[in-house]
């Protein structure tokens, strides 16, 4: 198999774009592709410092990866949750500190033990009710919105990719969830009362193209998913959507891409939950519609 770049061998071949490429056009590649995604949806331009949220995973150290070689000011924040399963936290914040520090980056770590003094899983047992993927989603919501406001950051990059995008658009049209079918954007705009605008530049990039960068690279990343989301749904989505992908090459390309044109279009058109009126959390600043404290805050009062 031929690169169709340089006419070397190639190490990768992706159905759905037709095209084949070798250890050295295919980072290039891929590199430019995120260029184009950045610059199509407006995300953030060369005078932007950008924080990406980094899990030690493949597709956030991909991510920072290509953001540094594209030159952007761009620093990373890890949120430690805790979770002792086979040491998943500390493997992974060790990936993404090794990472930081192999290519000069500034990685801002936040230690949920040591500065809130319990880790996710704990305050989930003490809560009784609330499952550690949901205290999850609203710790590192409340973290990395604030980390980005106190290092100055202007827009906030995570690694969610064109497999994630596609898995979240079939669940939520499988239940027909208006609200969160108006907000998945690649852009999310940051909004007057202090939430960053949130970015997504790596939409368009397949999961399998994000671990072959990775490889080819030379990125140590954590493989494991974490231990909480084995049985999470959006696995399940995956897989059908994968087996429809090996049927049909650029199936998941097609639905998260034409969703999102039909929608700007006016062709497809979802009402937005209206939110409450936001306040300022008396602790710790950040917007909450609770009013007093925020949920986060209240969290740790438990």
């Known amino acids: 198999m031929k690169c169709q770049g340089c006419g070397g061998s190639a190490v990768i071949k992706m159905r759905q774009h037709k095209l084949a490429l070798c250890a050295d056009c295919f980072p290039d590649w891929l590199r430019r592709r995120v260029q184009h995604t950045i610059e199509r949806y407006g995300m953030f331009g060369p005078a932007d410092k950008v924080l990406v949220a980094v899990s030690g995973g493949k597709d956030s150290l991909a991510l920072w990866d290509m953001l540094a070689a594209l030159d952007y000011q761009s620093e990373g924040v890890y949120i430690d949750l805790g979770i002792p399963h086979g040491d998943y936290s500390a493997q992974s914040r060790g990936r993404a500190l090794a990472f930081a520090q192999a290519r000069g980056l500034t990685l801002h770590v936040v230690d949920l033990v040591a500065t809130y003094g319990a880790s996710v899983p704990e305050k989930a047992r003490a809560l009784r009710g609330r499952s550690a993927c949901s205290l999850c989603g609203m710790v590192k919501r409340h973290e990395m919105n604030r980390v980005a406001r106190e290092s100055d950051c202007t827009v906030l990059a995570t690694g969610h990719n064109l497999d994630d995008e596609a898995a979240t658009l079939f669940g939520n049209t499988l239940r027909w969830q208006t609200g969160y079918l108006a907000r998945q954007a690649p852009v999310l705009p940051a909004s007057s009362d202090g939430f960053m605008r949130k970015v997504k530049p790596l939409c368009r990039v397949a999961e399998r193209e994000s671990a072959a960068y990775a490889l080819l690279q030379g990125i140590d990343y954590v493989r494991d998913e974490c231990p909480f989301s084995e049985r999470a749904t959006s696995l399940v989505y995956k897989r059908l ?48 519609t609770a009013g007093g404290l925020c949920a986060f805050c209240r969290l740790w009062e438990v």
């Open 241 to 288: 959507l994968n087996d429809l992908e090996s049927r049909s090459p650029a199936a998941k390309q097609s639905f998260y891409l034409e969703f999102l044109k039909a929608r700007d279009r006016g062709a497809v058109q979802f009402q937005e939950v209206e939110r409450p009126p936001m306040t300022s959390c008396e602790q710790c600043g950040q917007p909450t």
